[in-house]
């Protein structure tokens, strides 16, 4: 494939602008990333749990913790538990998650904004300014779990939207259940 195909099929395809996103985002965050220790004492908490946890053998929780980010420390919990991730490594563990759910986010939101819009432009000067936020910036250089939801909550939004979009019969009625 030669250089001009490449750029006119890139030109065409959504996916693989989302992807070459994806791609330019990642390389924008991770650099960025704190891979030496926690960004915020709750962060260390959640990864403190799931250590403790993974030693003890349960993972037991108080009462706020169900509530605040239930996946996300039974995750952790679960790769420690299993040797998956070390205690000494899950602090850049969870800052590349960030960073992975920060690109992905841009990604999947260009994927679901492009076509509702109508114009890739506007998509993706909105993941731009998402992107560029003070909020989003910070929570993508280290490890908590807001990203890796939002980057969740996104793809399901884009999931719902294509089987709602989608021709095929069997879709809409499992959407529609």
């Known amino acids: 494939m030669t250089a001009t195909t490449w750029l006119s099929t890139l030109a065409r395809d959504l996916r693989s602008q989302a992807l070459v996103l994806f791609g330019a985002l990642l390389a924008l965050h991770l650099p960025l990333c704190l891979f030496d220790g926690f960004g915020e004492p709750d962060a260390a908490r959640v990864a403190i749990k799931a250590v403790v946890g993974a030693f003890r053998g349960e993972l037991v929780l108080a009462k706020q913790w169900p509530y605040s980010c239930p996946l996300y420390i ?16 899950l602090a850049p563990f969870m ?3 960030s960073a992975v759910a ?10 679901l904004f492009a076509p509702v819009l109508e114009s ?15 909020i989003f910036w910070l929570s993508s ?20 939207d294509r089987g709602l979009s989608s021709t095929r019969q069997r879709a809409r009625i499992a959407l529609s259940a």
Request: cysteine-free.
């Open 95 to 97: 800052s590349a998650v």
């Open 102 to 111: 920060g690109a992905g986010f841009g990604a999947l939101s260009y994927l």
């Open 74 to 89: 039974h995750g952790l919990y679960g790769l420690v538990k299993s040797g998956l991730v070390s205690p000494g490594s």
């Open 141 to 160: 250089l280290y490890g908590f779990a807001t990203l890796p939801a939002l980057a969740l909550a996104m793809a399901a939004g884009l999931l719902f």
């Open 120 to 134: 890739r432009i506007a998509a993706l000067a909105a993941v731009a300014l998402a992107q560029l936020a003070p």
